[in-house]
């Protein structure tokens, strides 16, 4: 029987909460950039911030530009400076790993097995994410969206992970919090699947991964159980 010998991890959501660490960057953002001179209320700013990504893309780097210029009518960047001193300082406040995160990552590289992330996030962003979480040089292979320029379910970040691994399918488990995404691909190229309860979709139905997990320790059961 093929035993497992990697686990890869999508990252955001289930390593580190994205969520909230986006909610805490912007809120910081906005206090920087209307104590610079911006007009409008906080939360009033922080959804219009929110309306941009979700219009665009929640990586967006222009957000706060956009802001700023729908506000003023041109780009002042005295305000754009400080909201982005401001979005720094709250995003470093929190990024940190979902309890248990560490000590599963230990035993698993204690077991012998690879781990590595699966990301849509811009090379950028993840690779500073993980240099922020300590968790960079531990990985085995990190993928992102431009190392295909395909976002999950497509199945060729998948597939670009188990060639630099030089694994097959059955050899490497998949963790993450995204069924339509995260599941479905890692699925579509025959690895096993386990759906990160503790990241963004809580409560999602009828996920289709092999395992359904409430915390991420329990990984390492799962990998003791396939491989016997």
């Not at 406040?93 to 035993?107: D, F, G, Q, R, S």
């Amino acid at each position: 029987m093929t035993k497992l010998k990697a686990v890869l991890f999508d990252l955001d959501n289930t390593l580190v909460d994205f969520m909230r660490m986006k909610k805490l960057a912007v809120e910081v953002a906005v206090e920087h950039m209307m104590n610079a001179g911006l007009p409008g209320e906080k939360q009033t700013l922080i959804d219009e911030i929110f309306k941009i990504y979700r219009r665009t893309h929640i990586e967006s780097q222009s957000a706060l530009e956009e802001l700023i210029i729908t506000k003023l009518g041109y780009l002042d960047y005295k305000i754009l400076s400080s909201g982005i001193i401001g979005y720094q300082r709250g995003r470093d406040l929190a990024t940190y790993p979902y309890p248990k995160v560490i000590p599963t990552l230990k035993e698993l590289l204690k077991m012998g097995l690879k781990i590595g992330t699966v990301s849509d996030a811009p090379a950028e962003q993840c690779y500073n994410r993980l240099a922020r979480l300590h968790l960079l040089d531990w990985m085995d292979v990190v993928i992102t969206y431009n190392d295909t320029g395909e976002y999950k379910p497509s199945p060729k970040p998948f597939l670009l992970a188990l060639e630099r691994l030089s694994l097959q399918p059955k050899e490497v488990l998949y963790v993450g919090d995204w069924p339509e995404r995260d599941i479905v691909g890692a699925k579509t190229v025959g690895m096993w699947t386990v759906f990160a309860r503790w990241g963004e979709h809580p409560d999602a139905k009828d996920t289709g991964a092999d395992f359904d997990l409430t915390s991420v320790e329990q990984v390492v059961d799962i990998v003791k159980r396939v491989n016997g």
